[in-house]
Nanobody, 120 residues
Framework: QVQVVESGGGLAQSGGSLRLSCAASGSIFSIIGMGWFRQAPGKQRELVAAITSGGSTNYADFVKGRFTISRDNAKNTVNLQMNSLKPEDTAVYYC??????????????WGQGTQVTVSS
């Protein structure tokens, strides 16, 4: 089994900062990539940022220049530093880990989500 656990989040004022962390553990053979998605009420889940095992990053346009994703391969963790927060960043943030559990089987594993609320 694979567990993905998020921490961080909470309440911030507009213009403020928050940091999210995520750790993957369990039956992990190798991690392909990790990332953060978010889902606001009434909206679909959307990609925020992702990072591969090689360090390549991908950011949604709406967070470029404000959010930074980083990863510790040795610890199977990923962080999301969120600066210059806006009220529209309010959402439940989910950590995703795409990984192999053996030589051939891979899948997407999700955390339980953590609430981020930005007040104006």
């Amino acid at each position: 089994q694979v567990q993905v656990v998020e921490s961080g989040g909470g309440l911030a004022q507009s213009g403020g900062s928050l940091r999210l962390s995520c750790a993957a553990s369990g039956s992990i053979f190798s991690i392909i990539g990790m990332g953060w998605f978010r889902q606001a009420p009434g909206k679909q889940r959307e990609l925020v940022a992702a990072i591969t095992s090689g360090g390549s990053t991908n950011y949604a346009d709406f967070v470029k220049g404000r959010f930074t994703i980083s990863r510790d391969n040795a610890k199977n963790t990923v962080n999301l530093q969120m600066n210059s927060l806006k009220p529209e960043d309010t959402a439940v943030y989910y950590c995703n880990a795409r990984l192999y559990t053996n030589f051939t089987a891979w899948g997407d594993y999700w955390g339980q989500g953590t609430q981020v609320t930005v007040s104006s």
